[in-house]
């Protein structure tokens, strides 16, 4: 059995910062793999959009966001 992670923030305006907490997470031993679906799937599960929202199965078209390294790290 899993248990989903994920974080948020105060505010809308702090949203920027949950990549961040997901890297302090990281690098405190949660596993990458896990810090990126705690900023994806199981955010949108937990609002009720996880069956169109958070994960890319083949042939969808993903929302696109390219980092030059690993945004965790």
Avoid: K, Y
Avoid at 3 to 22: E, H, M, Y
Avoid at 42 to 47: D, K, R
């Amino acid at each position: 059995m899993g248990v989903g992670f994920s974080q948020a923030c105060d505010a809308s305006p702090n949203a920027r910062n949950n990549r961040q907490l997901a890297g302090n997470a990281a690098a405190n031993d949660l596993p990458c793999e896990d810090g990126r679906t705690g900023l994806t799937r199981v955010p949108a599960e937990t609002i009720g959009v996880g069956a169109r929202e958070g994960t890319l199965p083949p042939g969808e078209l993903p929302d696109l966001v390219l980092w030059s390294h690993d945004p965790l790290v």
